[in-house]
C-alpha cells in the first residue's frame, strides 16, 4: 500500500526551477515530520530540507536560500521548490514522513543538465 504519492520532477537547464510535491493520508501527515532526501548515482541517500508539524524548517547547507520546504495542512502535502538549480542537484528525490514506522514515497527523478 502506497503511503506518499510524489509528483514533479523531470529535466532542466542549470538555474532553472522545479516543483515537488507529495502527498499522504492525514494519520500520517498530521503526527510526522515531513522531509525530502536525494540519493545521487553512487553516493548514499542525504537530507535536502525537513518541515516539522510545527513549520519549523531545516536545509543541507548545500540547497539553503535556493531550495524551499513548505507543507499544506489542508491538502496533506509538502512542497519543495527548487530553484537556481544546479548540475549537481541532479538525483532521486525521496519523499520522508519521519514517524513510526518511518514512510518513503517511489523517488522521482531531478536531472539538471548544464
Known amino acids: 500500500q502506497v503511503q506518499l504519492v510524489e509528483s514533479g520532477g523531470g529535466l532542466v537547464q542549470a538555474g532553472g526551477s522545479l516543483r515537488l510535491s507529495c502527498a499522504t493520508s492525514r494519520r500520517i501527515f498530521s503526527i510526522s515530520t515531513m522531509g525530502w532526501y536525494r540519493q545521487a548515482p553512487g553516493k548514499q541517500r542525504e537530507l535536502v530540507a525537513t518541515?516539522?508539524?510545527?513549520?519549523?524548517?531545516d536545509y543541507a547547507e548545500s540547497v539553503k536560500g535556493r531550495f524551499t520546504i513548505s507543507r499544506d495542512n489542508a491538502k496533506n502535502t509538502v512542497d519543495l521548490q527548487m530553484n537556481s538549480l544546479k548540475p549537481e542537484d541532479t538525483a532521486v528525490y525521496y519523499c520522508n514522513a519521519d514517524t513510526y514506522p518511518t514512510y518513503w514515497g517511489q523517488g522521482t527523478q531531478v536531472t539538471v543538465s548544464s
Open positions: 518541515i516539522a508539524v510545527t513549520g519549523r524548517t
